[in-house]
């Protein structure tokens, strides 16, 4: 759901209450920051120390990102972590395309978790979307929105932006001011004009003398010349780097295993621990025997923490079983009474109360529905990230200064909550970022108890150590996507056209700036019921446009039916004539044989959801296993990014992101009783495996020309009501709670 009506929309603006969180703390410190000379002279102190940081002899740097050494080496410095979804690859093609590198002289590392490399393109992007006002943010001084940046600790990976903030506002800049400061030092040492000059794989070149001067002689010079802040682009008909498929720079070294996650991480010395927080979250850790842990050879000490118990070893095996030794007793914190069961009721009072927290829409939706509207009620559940590697952090405490190492999604933001923790300066911690083997949200610092955990048992340890979560506790103690229900309301006239709908939601936070309704009707009204249970919520792969999507696309579906109208037809005659959304919708349909026969027990669903500033529209093909289990025979996936960087990196998030999304919707819930998970692994939560996947995906990029969107997120949202649109058309049994299992058998 949109905060203004999307560029495809004819709707009246949307009314609102409530305060936008981001834009309320970039506000915050916009006001209360520094003056403009104040601010000017941070930044060029955070410019010096980045320059210092990274520059090594023969190495010039540019812009903080960008390192040129006398040798030719091309060094990008990414603000983003790697995760695995390829964002860093496309990263540097932006950089090298603008800056016309040459490909194989181009590597990218992490950048240093330190204030110097917060990340101001992201700053940048956040608030042009946030306040609808691009053009005027593009204009504020770079100085001003770097000093925000820091302030901020920006440096997080997520919510799709690397690409569409970050290169689009920093990479392809830097690149492009980088290749002017390169042809300026050239035309100077040819004594020709700089408009006679050409660049080619990191070489300045003037066709008309037969001269060349490489980029490593030129470096020197012009990294003591200022940038153009706001350099020319090129041409998309230029492109040699941009929209192909390059090989991902991080795959080589995952390939040969050198490649290393902090799981891999070993210093000498370093001992093991893992840890057991309270089964119920919000309780506390009231007593513990030590003494059958301390007898297991290996294990050489216990801790006691405000909720939790640790077991430090020379090695994972005898730390694991000294803590699966001890018998540890907790307090419940007063959430003994909590169970799934008794957070839906909870959602059913407060929709029965009808006093929302946070409401939008437009139109008069009261008189729309008039006497007999139809009504669903919708229920999603936890779900956990399930990433691939579990937590493991490395820390170090020597000399009143602490290290840490390991994968995080913001590590500046890490460094900073070590710094809290540990009550050091934050000079004297530093935090090493690595590359991640999965996240999907969970790896914010802001939800995960492990840095704090790590930091306070390293400043009680002589000698490094390495916290590693078991898969239980990692599956126990998540922080989940929130359960969550909806009531949705609407009529449909004799025309068969919606006169009025209405979303009731609740979840914990409010879904109404992260997702879009692209529906064009006479009266929408969106509200949100807020409900907080002992669990910890938080970022889950594309947000909220997950259970958004499920809700919205399913009730479409439902409507389509009474009004006796083809779902496809049905969504088509509610959508802005010339619309990115039309234009996908009917793709979609084109291409997935919409309206054709199907085999005998199979249907067909289809789902639209933009998410990200990205049109996302898929059509599952399925039908009931004779397990009654949903089998997904193919899935027809169009996608409208705007345009796409690097085509099989954004096709392997599109895939990646639609088996996520069926296998949250077939299998995945986390449920509770007595206030604790009652699932403890993979075992139970289970997701989907390969026999269960779709043997076929066809997928189909749109080059639409509109400004660019995200693409690791967006596909995840539609597949849950896409598949479940299709076993409707399957079995005729409508599924309105998440995970499906058996629900649609016969």
Do not use: C
Not at 25 to 30: D, E, F, R, T, Y
Request: charged share 20%; hydrophobic share 45%.
């Amino acid at each position: 759901m949109t905060d203004t009506p999307t560029a495809d929309s004819a709707a009246t603006p949307v009314k609102r209450k409530g305060v936008k969180r981001r834009a309320f703390l970039i506000g915050g410190v916009a006001i209360v920051g520094a003056g403009l000379f104040g601010i000017s002279i941070a930044d060029s102190n955070a410019a010096k120390d980045a320059k210092a940081r990274i520059a090594g002899k023969g190495e010039h740097v540019f812009a903080t990102w960008l390192k040129i050494g006398e040798d030719d080496s091309i060094t990008i410095y990414s603000p983003h972590t790697d995760i695995g979804q390829g964002s860093n690859t496309g990263l540097a093609q932006m950089l090298a395309e603008e800056l016309d590198a040459a490909w194989d002289q181009v590597r990218l590392v992490s950048a240093p978790a330190e204030p110097s490399f917060a990340n101001v393109g992201l700053g940048r992007g956040f608030l042009g979307e946030m306040t609808g006002q691009a053009a005027i943010v593009n204009g504020i001084p770079a100085s001003f929105l770097s000093f925000i940046a820091r302030q901020m600790n920006l440096q997080i990976t997520g919510g799709s932006t690397a690409l569409r903030f970050t290169g689009q506002q920093t990479f392809q800049k830097v690149g492009a001011a980088t290749r002017l400061a390169l042809i300026e030092t050239a035309a100077k040492r040819l004594n020709v004009p700089a408009a006679e000059l050409t660049t080619q794989d990191s070489t300045v070149i003037h066709a008309k003398s037969s001269r060349a001067l490489r980029y490593g002689e030129l470096a020197a010079e012009a990294a003591t010349l200022s940038l153009d802040n706001a350099p020319k682009l090129k041409d998309p008909a230029q492109y040699r780097l941009m929209r192909q498929s390059m090989q991902r720079l991080d795959i080589p070294a995952k390939v040969d295993g050198t490649a290393q996650y902090g799981m891999d991480f070993a210093v000498p010395d370093m001992r093991v621990a893992t840890i057991m927080a309270a089964p119920v979250r919000g309780g506390k850790l009231t007593s513990v025997d030590t003494a059958p842990a301390m007898a297991i050879k290996g294990v050489e000490k216990v801790i006691k923490l405000d909720d939790a118990v640790a077991v430090i070893a020379k090695g994972y095996w005898p730390a694991i079983s000294g803590l699966r030794a001890l018998s540890p007793s907790f307090s419940d914190g007063g959430n003994a009474g909590i169970s799934t069961a008794s957070i839906f009721r909870a959602h059913d009072a407060l929709i029965a109360k009808g006093k929302a927290d946070n409401e939008a829409g437009e139109g008069d939706v009261k008189a729309g529905l008039g006497a007999k509207p139809m009504k669903a009620k919708y229920q999603v559940p936890f779900l956990h990230h399930a990433m691939m590697e579990p937590f493991a952090l490395t820390a170090h405490f020597k000399d009143g200064k602490l290290n840490i190492w390991g994968g995080m999604q913001d590590p500046l933001a890490t460094k900073m909550a070590a710094v809290e923790v540990s009550g050091l300066d934050a000079d004297n911690v530093t935090f090493h970022p690595m590359i991640i083997g999965g996240s999907f949200g969970r790896r914010l610092p802001m939800y995960m108890e492990i840095v704090t955990q790590v930091t306070k048992l390293a400043m009680q340890l002589p000698y490094p150590v390495k916290l590693i979560w078991s898969r239980e506790e990692e599956v126990a103690q998540g922080a989940y996507r929130p359960q969550s229900s909806a009531v949705l309301t609407a009529s449909v006239t004799d025309k068969k056209r919606i006169a009025a709908y209405q979303n009731d939601y609740v979840q914990p936070e409010s879904a109404e700036d992260e997702t879009v309704f692209p529906y064009i009707l006479p009266a929408v009204s969106r509200r949100h019921f807020a409900h907080v249970s002992n669990q910890n919520t938080g970022a889950w792969r594309s947000v909220n446009s997950t259970q958004q999507g499920f809700y919205n696309e399913s009730f479409m579906d439902e409507l389509a039916h009474a009004a006796g109208e083809d779902p496809v037809v049905f969504r088509r005659n509610h959508l802005k004539a010339g619309s990115r959304h039309l234009r996908v919708l009917d793709e979609v349909a084109a291409r997935s044989g919409w309206g054709t026969p199907v085999p005998a027990g199979r249907g067909r669903g289809v789902a639209l959801v933009e998410s990200f500033k990205t049109i996302v529209a898929q059509v599952v093909e399925a039908s009931v296993g004779e397990d009654g289990m949903p089998k997904v025979h193919k899935v027809t996936t169009v996608v409208d990014a705007g345009s796409i960087v690097n085509p099989d990196a954004a096709m392997a998030q599109i895939e990646g992101g639609t088996i996520m999304g069926l296998s949250s919707a077939i299998g995945e819930a986390i449920t509770l009783d007595k206030g604790a998970v009652l699932q403890s692994n993979l075992s139970d939560y289970p997701l989907l495996t390969m026999a269960q996947s779709p043997l076929f995906q066809d997928i189909h990029f749109l080059n639409s020309g509109a400004p660019m969107g995200g693409i690791g997120e967006p596909g995840v949202p539609p597949a849950a009501p896409a598949l479940a649109n299709a076993l409707f058309a399957a079995t005729g049994k409508r599924v309105r709670n998440l995970p499906i299992k058996t629900q649609a058998k016969g």
